[in-house]
């Protein structure tokens, strides 16, 4: 029937590279990507906290109904990330507690959901990695259309199949496969800069002449006038 389709992930990010990213800072992986990647500032964490990492299982819904959540709960591998796309509508949860539990028994990494959830307190009090964009007690439908292992964007962040999701309390982070042993790399980088910076600062020898280097560039006069 059009508009629905089940599909196999053909690649996935290996474990390695997986443990390898989690915990690391979102925002400085973000920084090795140019900032030009983000699941959007709607979506933020609903569960008590803890860093989030695994390979993308990818939904696409139709705004309000969650058939193929639920179809994608009986695929999901130890490990995955179910990442859904429902178009950002709040109208209705599409997922709560129940679906949460099926998650945690299959020993999925977490869920990122572009859409409401429900039983947000009880989610709330728990360390299973669930992203949101809101809340609603309102239930789903569960009549389809909808799509899995497909290519979805959330809010302009392109999401293949077996792609690295990351996520802390700053937001969500999609590395695709063939950039994610590069970008492990220069983040590593990344985080001995700062390290460096914080050093400096503590013993009061950071080097700040870029500003007013940066102010001449731009033809302002950095000496207050």
Not at 2 to 9: A, D, E, I, S, T
Not at 83 to 111: F, P, Q, W, Y
Request: charged share 20%; aromatic share 4%.
């Amino acid at each position: 029937m059009n508009g629905f389709q089940v599909l196999q992930r053909r690649r996935q990010v290996p474990d390695a590279l997986v443990e390898a990213f989690r915990g690391l800072p979102v925002a400085n992986i973000s920084d090795c990507m140019a900032r030009m990647s983000a699941g959007g500032a709607r979506l933020r964490p609903m569960h008590k906290g803890g860093p989030l990492a695994g390979p993308a299982l990818t939904v696409r819904c139709r705004p309000g109904d969650n058939l193929m959540i639920h179809k994608a709960l009986t695929m999901a591998r130890p490990g995955d990330v179910i990442v859904v796309d429902a178009g950002g509508d709040l109208t209705n949860a599409l997922m709560g507690e129940i679906m949460v539990a099926r998650a945690v028994k299959s020993g999925v990494a977490g869920v990122v959901l572009n859409g409401a959830v429900r039983d947000s307190e009880a989610i709330g009090q728990g360390d299973f990695p669930f992203y949101a964009a809101g809340i609603t007690h309102r239930g789903p439908y569960k009549d389809g259309p909808g799509e899995i292992n497909v290519p979805i964007a959330i809010d302009g962040m392109v999401i293949h199949p077996g792609d690295l999701i990351v996520g802390d309390a700053d937001g969500l982070l999609c590395v695709p496969f063939d950039d994610a042993q590069q970008l492990l790399a220069a983040t590593h980088k990344k985080m001995e800069v700062e390290k460096k910076m914080m050093a400096d600062i503590a013993a009061g020898q950071l080097d700040t002449s870029w500003i007013d280097a940066t102010l001449k560039r731009l033809g302002c006069n950095p000496e207050p006038m």
